[in-house]
């Protein structure tokens, strides 16, 4: 297993006690409490502990606040859940080093005004937002003050995929079968998202908007030729107007991504190759999408990114470096 002095995983999930009381309260039901690292700080350590220089910046697991349709139910909600993440950081500051905010997206004034608590009062890092919120896309004009408020505070805005097994894969069903929806959906979501933020223009209106993607940019590294390819045409043969000063390639690349992919070096490699090494940031999902409850995904990934063919000072930039620089972090 490589050694490295400092590894910052910027896309930890939690689900703390408090958090997991306050949804249940709201009707809310807590997945993925079978993975005992989500709630238990004992386990979450041990994984942990396996990895020297190991620290985290903590985010809520699955539901999203703003799954609450009651506005008022989804705010306190939201103020636990960032309560408690700003607890551990402060109580655990050599384990935690931030922490980014869940959001109450169902109302904006609601959702700005706890982004502002939870930057200037509890010192957290960032927002982090569902897409889609609620079966609303990321670019819906309600959402931009949102974005105009992170790029003012230099803090990146998280996205998340949601979406749930009643999102048939055809038609002509009812359900999703195989578990498509999480699998194969959840890139999807992202990917979606990504070109709804470049196409509309949000990225061009807030060309200093740190936005980070999970699963490594999903489809969009793989697909680059596609994307310029498509929308070369879409542009000259179909007569799409996009309200964008550069080629949409080019908003592309100003997505952070992050390294959740569970190893596979060669599609790290590809969004190396996409973003270059300054906008990979080091994420390993923990503990989701991982058959061993946490403890394969830090494995994997670490290995992974050691065997990447690139100089060693590029992988301090993944593993910490960019994660300092994106989250403002004092370590």
Avoid at 155 to 183: M, N
Avoid at 248 to 268: R, V
Wanted: glycine fraction near 4%; charged fraction near 25%.
């Amino acid at each position: 297993m490589p050694r490295y002095p400092l590894i910052i995983d910027t896309y930890s999930h939690i689900t703390p006690q408090r958090y997991i009381k306050a949804l249940r309260d709201s009707g809310l039901d807590t997945p993925h409490l079978d993975r005992p690292a989500l709630y238990d700080l004992d386990e979450r350590f041990r994984i942990m502990d396996k990895y020297e220089g190991l620290v985290q910046v903590l985010s809520v697991g699955l539901p999203p606040v703003s799954t609450i349709k009651d506005k008022a139910k989804a705010l306190e909600v939201a103020k636990t859940a960032n309560d408690e993440m700003a607890e551990l950081v402060t109580k655990y500051p050599d384990r935690f080093v931030g922490a980014v905010a869940a959001v109450p997206m169902t109302d904006m004034d609601d959702a700005l005004g706890e982004i502002d608590r939870a930057i200037t009062e509890l010192k957290l890092n960032g927002v982090e937002v569902p897409t889609p919120v609620n079966d609303k896309p990321l670019d819906a004009e309600e959402f931009m003050p949102l974005y105009e408020k992170m790029q003012d505070y230099n803090l990146p805005v998280y996205l998340h995929p949601d979406r749930y097994s009643d999102y048939p894969d055809y038609r002509a069903e009812d359900r999703s079968k195989y578990f498509i929806y999480t699998l194969w959906g959840w890139p999807y979501e992202t990917t979606t998202a990504m070109t709804r933020l470049v196409c509309s223009g949000v990225l061009e209106k807030f060309p200093e908007l740190k936005v980070l993607t999970h699963h490594c940019g999903a489809m969009v590294p793989y697909f680059k030729e596609r994307i310029i390819n498509f929308y070369d045409l879409f542009q000259t043969r179909a007569g799409l107007d996009l309200p964008l000063r550069d080629s949409p390639i080019e908003y592309f690349k100003k997505f952070y991504m992050d390294t959740a992919l569970y190893g596979n070096p060669s599609a790290l490699m590809c969004a190396y190759d996409f973003v270059g090494a300054d906008r990979l940031v080091f994420g390993a999902d923990m503990p989701l999408g991982d058959s061993q409850m946490g403890y394969r995904n830090y494995r994997q990934t670490l290995n992974a990114i050691d065997e990447m063919p690139v100089s060693e000072a590029e992988k301090q930039q993944i593993l910490q470096g960019n994660a300092r620089r994106m989250l403002r972090l004092p370590v």
